[in-house]
């Protein structure tokens, strides 16, 4: 006697989902199916969960359509957890992560000690830029003296 072998609801895998902070409800096509060695069987629910509270609204339809909002100002890293069942029972968990991309913070410079340059000394004084979304954004950076002001750009 050969028994069937029933296949689980199915994913396909889904890697760097990235999102941009406040960007208010997403919604995103998820390629789900019901596990296939019986061509009647459907998705017949779909649940969502993530490990952070900052994932509103997050929910996803027997077609794939997974909805979610980031909460106001938040960003970082989260995980979805999308379980699938069939009209076969057969039961499948998917984890999906997740990137909310910081868009609303101004970039920030490091603090510059106060420096003595030495006269005829070559090279402005360094300091670090952090949080430039554009990464060919230029900067300026203004340094006074007591002799005269001094425009130094990278």
Same mark, same amino acid.
């Not at 779909?46 to 979610?68: C, E, F, K, P, Q």
């Given at each position: 006697?050969?028994?069937?072998?029933?296949?689980?609801?199915?994913?396909?895998?889904?890697?760097?989902?990235?999102?941009?902070?406040?960007?208010?409800?997403?919604?995103?096509?998820?390629?789900?199916?019901?596990?296939?060695?019986?061509?009647?069987?459907?998705?017949?629910?779909?649940?969502?969960? *993530?490990?952070?509270?900052?994932?509103?609204?997050? %929910? @996803? +339809?027997?077609?794939? #359509?997974?909805? /979610?909002? $980031?909460? !106001?100002?938040?960003?970082?890293?989260?995980?979805?957890?999308?379980?699938?069942?069939?009209?076969?029972?057969?039961?499948?968990?998917?984890?999906?992560?997740? *990137?909310?991309?910081?868009?609303?913070?101004?970039? %920030? @410079? +490091?603090?510059?000690? #106060?420096?003595? /340059?030495? $006269?005829? !000394?070559?090279?402005?004084?360094?300091?670090?830029?952090?949080?430039?979304?554009?990464?060919?954004?230029?900067?300026?950076?203004?340094?006074?003296?007591?002799?005269?002001?001094?425009?130094?750009?990278?």
């Amino acid at each position: 006697m050969t028994c069937a072998q029933f296949k689980q609801p199915t994913m396909p895998p889904m890697y760097g989902l990235r999102i941009l902070q406040d960007s208010g409800i997403n919604s995103i096509q998820c390629h789900v199916r019901a596990g296939y060695s019986r061509p009647s069987a459907s998705i017949v629910q779909a649940m969502a969960r *993530t490990d952070t509270l900052h994932i509103w609204n997050l %929910s @996803i +339809s027997l077609n794939g #359509s997974l909805t /979610l909002q $980031p909460a !106001s100002g938040f960003f970082g890293n989260a995980v979805i957890n999308i379980s699938l069942i069939d009209s076969q029972g057969s039961i499948s968990s998917f984890l999906v992560p997740l *990137t909310v991309i910081n868009v609303n913070a101004p970039p %920030s @410079i +490091s603090v510059l000690p #106060s420096i003595q /340059l030495i $006269p005829m !000394s070559v090279g402005p004084p360094m300091s670090s830029v952090g949080d430039i979304d554009d990464k060919w954004l230029r900067y300026s950076l203004t340094a006074a003296s007591s002799i005269s002001e001094t425009w130094f750009t990278s």
